[in-house]
Every structure is written in structure tokens, then in C-alpha cells.
């Protein structure tokens, strides 16, 4: 079976669909095969902070985008929570997004577990499948 992960800063009682501007305003879950791009998506973050992508798929890279935004954002106070769907049979692509490996489900997700996340950046750091890139001011 497939797993597909969705993180989030809130911690929920139930995936339900909520409404996307990456995706005309539809309203939709998220989910990828990869546990560290989730979790970068569980914490509270913008595009003035980070750029967030991938030339192949297999090595991401979170470019900040100010000086100070990874100690701002990824402080060792900072939780996130990463949800664990089974059934990522629900899940399609969508040409949309523009991003692998992201996948969309429209509908509520019944079957999930929660692991919340401390020492995130550390965390994502250890995997080796994300690049944390300083702010280059050159």
C-alpha cells in the first residue's frame, strides 16, 4: 500500500477538503509519498519566506527568501503535524499544481493517523531530501 502524507500547523480532527488559490479556489487535501515535504508544509510559512522546489523530484530545496527567515520560522519552539493517509488510492494528480510529487483529493479523508513534529527543521534536515538554502543578498 502507498502511503501519502499531508502536513499541517493545525492539528485536526478530521481532512477535510479546504479551498485552494493554487487550485482556482477548489477545495481539496493535499498529499505526498514524501514524509519531509509534508512536514515543511506544517509549519506556517509564505512565498516572502521561502521558495520550495525541485529540479528532479528526489532532492528539494527551501531557499529563503530574507535574511532570518529559516531561525524565524523553524525555531525550536515550532511544531508541526504530518498525517499519514492509507489510501492514497483517492488521491489524482492535478497538472494545476505544477509541482511533483503533490497529489489532490476532493473529498474528506476518513482513514489517518497524526504524529506531531518538534525540532522540525532538524527533523527535515536529517533526511537529506531537502536543501535549506541561506538568503544570498548578492
Known amino acids: 500500500m502507498t502511503l501519502l502524507f499531508h502536513g499541517s500547523p493545525n492539528l485536526f480532527e478530521a481532512l477535510d477538503p479546504q479551498s485552494s488559490h493554487l487550485l482556482d479556489d477548489e477545495s481539496v487535501v493535499f498529499g505526498t509519498p514524501i514524509f519531509e515535504v509534508a512536514a515543511i508544509f506544517g509549519v506556517r510559512w509564505s512565498d516572502r519566506d521561502f521558495s520550495f522546489g525541485t529540479d528532479d523530484g528526489t532532492v528539494f530545496e527551501l531557499r529563503e527568501q530574507r535574511i532570518g527567515a529559516f531561525d524565524e520560522i523553524f525555531h525550536e519552539k515550532v511544531v508541526a503535524f504530518v498525517y499519514t493517509i492509507d489510501d492514497a488510492n483517492l488521491f489524482h494528480?492535478?497538472?494545476?499544481?505544477?509541482?511533483?510529487p503533490y497529489e489532490v483529493v476532493c473529498n474528506s479523508i476518513a482513514n489517518w493517523r497524526c504524529v506531531e513534529i518538534v525540532r522540525v527543521r532538524r527533523r527535515i534536515q536529517a533526511s537529506n531530501r531537502i536543501r535549506f538554502v541561506a538568503f544570498d543578498s548578492a
Do not use: A, E, I, K
Request: net charge neutral.
Open 93 to 100: 494528480d492535478d497538472v494545476r499544481l505544477g509541482m511533483r
